[in-house]
C-alpha cells in the first residue's frame, strides 16, 4: 500500500494562500464558498491506451472581472494542486501525464515547484491569454511544466508565443467542421505540438478526430456500445462466466480448483492479480485453493471479474475500460466503508467492476449481465439506477463528468462532504495503478 503522506498543513508551500480556518460546512481549511468536488477523465492516445487524465475541480470558466475575483480563482487551482501533493497521487501513476486547466496567474503560484514538470500539464484556456499575460505563459514554458492551450481561435496559429506551448486542447463541440478542419491543419504546422480532442462522444467521432490527425483524446466515447458490431462473449469469457457463477453458489474448493486447472492461462493471471502490490500479502499465494482459503468466495469472485476484461476476442478499449472501471468500484467501496455492512460493501465494488460490462461485451446491460447470477441490489443499480447501490454509483459516475452540481447533488444523498469524496477519489485512482494484469 502507498506509504503515509504527510498532511496538508505540512505539505502546503511557502506563500500559499490556502485559508487555515474550518468553514461553515466543516471542511477544514476550505470555506464552504470554495469547496469543489474534483473530476476526472481518462486521456488516450489513438491506439485507446491511457496516457494520463484531466483533473478538475470546477468547470473551466473565465475569471470574472469583480474585485477578488481573480484571487478567488487562484485559491481554487491551489486546492486542486496541492491536493494533487498531498495524495501522492503522481507517484502513483509513474508516467502517465496529468493535465489540469489553471489561471494564468497560478503560473507564478510557488506551490507549482512541488509538482514533477515531466508528468503535469498545466492548461490555460485561450480567451484569458491576453497579450499582457502570453508573456508570462512564455517564460514559465521555458524551464517549467509543459503548457497546452485551450480552444484557440484560428488567428492564434500565427502568433510566435505558440511555439512555447506543447499541446493544443480543442473541444470538438465548440467548432463547426470547416474551422475545425483549418484550425488543425494550421496548428499541425506548429513544432512539436501535440494535439488533443476533448468532448469525443462516440466511436465515430474519435475515428473522424484520428483521421484529422489528433494525437490524444478524451471522452466518453470508447465505453459506449460500438453499432455494427458483435458481441464479445467467446469461450473464454464463457468459461470465467461459468466459474464466476459456481463461485456465487460456493462450489466445493476442490471442484472449483479442478476447473480453474483446465485453464492454466486463466490462473497464472489470477494468481498475478492477487499477488499484485494492491494487496499487500506477505507471502505468495501460489494455489487457487489457497486463494479461496485465504480470501473467501466473495473477494475471489470480485478478482475474477476482473479477468473478463483480459480474455476474450482482441479488443484495444478493453484496458481503459478496465481501468476505468477499477477506478469506480474502489472509489464506491471506499465511500461505502463507513455507510453499509461488509458483505454489501463487497457487492457495491461489484457494481462499479461491471458497469463497464455493457461495453465490453458490445451488449446492452440487460443482455451483459443475463449469464451471471448477482443479487437483486447489484442488478437494480446497475440496470434501473435504483436499490441501495444506485447512489454510490451515480456519484461515481458525475465524478467523470465535469458537473460540478450533478456531483454535489449525489453526495449530498449519501451525506458525504467535498474531503471524503476527493480523499476517496484520489486513492481509488492510486490503487488502480497498483493492480497488475
Known sequence: ????????????????????????????????????????????????????????????????????AQSLQQMRDEMLLTSVIDLAYLQALGKRLTFTAVATDTLLNPVLNELPKDRVVLCLAATELAAATAGVAEAHARGSHSLALDDPAPDVVQAPWLAHFRYARLDL?????????????????????????????????????????????????????????????DSSRQRILELLNLIMTQADAGALEARFKADAGLTYKLLRLINSSAF???????????????????????????????????????QPLLRQ???????????????????????????????????????????????LRLSDAVMAALTRREGPYAPYLELVLA????????????????????????????????WAEQLEF
Not at 483524446?217 to 460500438?226: A, D, K
Not at 469472485?301 to 478493453?318: C, K, N, S, V
Not at 465524478?399 to 462532504?417: K, M, T
Request: net charge positive; with cysteine; proline share 8%.
Open 173 to 233: 463541440s465548440r467548432y463547426d467542421v470547416p474551422t475545425l478542419i483549418g484550425l488543425v491543419q494550421g496548428l499541425r504546422r506548429v513544432p512539436k505540438l501535440r494535439l488533443v480532442a476533448r468532448n469525443v462522444q462516440t466511436e465515430e467521432a474519435f475515428a473522424a478526430a484520428r483521421k484529422l490527425g489528433f494525437d490524444l483524446f478524451q471522452g466518453h466515447f470508447f465505453t459506449r456500445l460500438q453499432a455494427g458490431y458483435r458481441h464479445r462473449i
Open 399 to 430: 465524478c467523470e463528468q465535469f458537473d460540478q452540481e450533478r456531483v454535489a447533488h449525489d453526495a449530498a444523498l449519501l451525506g458525504a462532504s467535498a474531503g471524503e469524496v476527493n480523499l476517496a477519489h484520489v486513492k481509488a485512482m492510486i
Open 280 to 318: 499487500g500479502l506477505r507471502d505468495p499465494v501460489k494455489s487457487i485453493g489457497q486463494a479461496l482459503m485465504l480470501l473467501g468466495y466473495q473477494p475471489l469472485y470480485r478478482w475474477l471479474t476482473l479477468l473478463l476484461f483480459t480474455q476474450g476476442p482482441a479488443d484495444p478499449r478493453a
Open 1 to 68: 500500500m502507498p506509504p503515509q503522506q504527510p498532511s496538508p498543513a505540512e505539505r502546503r508551500p511557502a506563500g500559499s494562500t490556502q485559508p487555515q480556518t474550518a468553514g461553515p460546512a466543516g471542511e477544514e481549511g476550505i470555506p464552504a464558498h470554495l469547496q469543489r468536488f474534483l473530476i476526472r477523465q481518462p486521456i488516450l492516445d489513438a491506439q485507446y491506451r491511457v496516457v494520463g487524465h484531466e483533473l478538475a475541480l470546477r468547470e473551466r470558466v473565465p475569471v470574472p472581472v469583480v474585485p477578488g
Open 325 to 371: 472501471a477499477l477506478v469506480r468500484a474502489r472509489f464506491a467501496e471506499t465511500l461505502g466503508a463507513s455507510r453499509l455492512a461488509l458483505a454489501q460493501q463487497g457487492e457495491v465494488f461489484l457494481v462499479g467492476i461491471l458497469s463497464t460490462l455493457d461495453a465490453l461485451f458490445n451488449l446492452p446491460m440487460m443482455q451483459a449481465l443475463s449469464q
